[in-house]
Antibody
């Protein structure tokens, strides 16, 4: 079964850091682009960042550029999101989502269940 | 950035009736458009990609159409499990952007 399982969310103070992980199983992780998408409480979806299958290409939303870093370890079938200088407005459920084999990745066909990040003092 | 606009924000429809959801892009996205379904407390699920191709697991009552800037999601005969929030997303240009969603509710 194709599955994505996020972890690493929690409560952090403004200005703090957090690293999210997304463990993939059931497919050849190294062949697919991956993404992070977030959803603030009661709000819509916002694409955050994407990374190509080999990790050589990345892209970020303007709202997180310079503060967040996406990376992947294909030997561990794991996607990461390093979040620094966190702001209250970064509070959201963070989903990892599988893209296609190409870059840019196209639609997101598999999503994890999400991990909640709360930025508050 | 490409702005995606969905209409209406909320659509009230009776079971068995047809629902038509609209999505507009601020500039052409060709056919690089997806629709997602999200139920309360769940992650989104890919429903339609490339504007009109139905994803695995969704029945034929769901259909997508359009290209360029105007897109439509049609549900031909609503079932109870179809009441959810629907988002469109363009993947033609970075940053990928979503519409604000249409909440499809039972009338």
């Amino acid at each position: 079964e194709v599955q994505l399982l996020e972890s690493g969310g929690g409560l952090v103070q403004p200005g703090g850091s957090l690293r999210l992980s997304c463990a993939a199983s059931g497919f050849t992780f190294s062949s697919y682009a991956m993404n992070w998408v977030r959803q603030a409480p009661g709000k819509g979806l916002e694409w955050v960042s994407g990374i190509s299958s080999g990790g050589g290409s990345t892209n970020y939303a303007d709202s997180v550029k310079g503060r967040f870093t996406i990376s992947r370890d294909n030997s561990k079938n794991t996607l990461y999101l390093q979040m620094n200088s966190l702001r209250v407005e970064d509070t959201a459920i963070y989903y990892c989502a599988k893209g296609g084999k190409r870059w840019p990745p196209g639609a997101f066909d598999i999503w994890g269940q999400g991990t909640m990040v709360t930025v508050s003092s | 950035e490409i702005v995606m606009t969905q209409s209406p924000a909320t659509l009230s429809v009776s079971p068995g009736e047809r629902a038509t959801l609209s999505c507009w892009a601020s500039q052409s996205v060709s056919s690089n458009l997806a629709w997602y379904q999200q139920k309360p407390g769940q992650a989104p699920r890919l429903l339609i990609y490339d504007a009109s191709t139905r994803a695995t697991g969704f029945p034929a009552r769901f259909s997508g159409s359009g290209s360029g800037t105007d897109f439509t999601l049609t549900i031909s005969s609503l079932q109870s499990e179809d009441f959810a929030v629907y988002y469109c997303q363009q993947f033609n240009k970075w940053p990928y952007t979503f519409g604000q969603g249409t909440h499809l509710e039972i009338k």
